[in-house]
Nanobody
């Protein structure tokens, strides 16, 4: 049984920063991918960033250069540092865990590849 819990969301002014946390408990696949997604009402869920077993990181084009992934030493918590926030970043952010054994660079963006999801944490950025 795998449980995923997000935290760290909030309301900030444009240009500010936030650090989101994704804590994963329970057994994790030998070959896994942990991803961050975001969703705005009326739009499709968008892949934000992900990290795989080999510590390779992947970022969506809209956040590249502003968002940074990191892990604690035990690899039980994944952090998403968000800098230079824009109003367009406003969304519900979700963390997910899945088994993606190959073509991770392409498949990480697909929400259907993930098996376990958190409840989400809201990020709101004002102008």
């Amino acid at each position: 049984q795998v449980e995923v819990v997000e935290s760290g969301g909030g309301s900030v002014q444009a240009g500010g920063s936030l650090r989101l946390s994704c804590t994963v408990s329970g057994y994790i696949y030998s070959n896994y991918c942990i991803g961050w997604f975001r969703q705005v009402p009326g739009k499709e869920r968008e892949g934000v960033a992900a990290i795989d077993t080999g510590a390779n990181t992947y970022y969506g084009d809209s956040v590249k250069g502003r968002f940074t992934l990191s892990q604690d030493n035990a690899k039980t918590t994944l952090y998403l540092q968000i800098n230079s926030l824009k109003p367009e970043d406003t969304a519900m952010y979700y963390c997910a865990v899945g088994r993606i054994p190959w073509n991770t660079a392409i498949l990480w963006r697909r929400s259907g590849m993930y098996d376990y999801w958190g409840q989400g944490t809201q990020v709101t950025v004002s102008s």
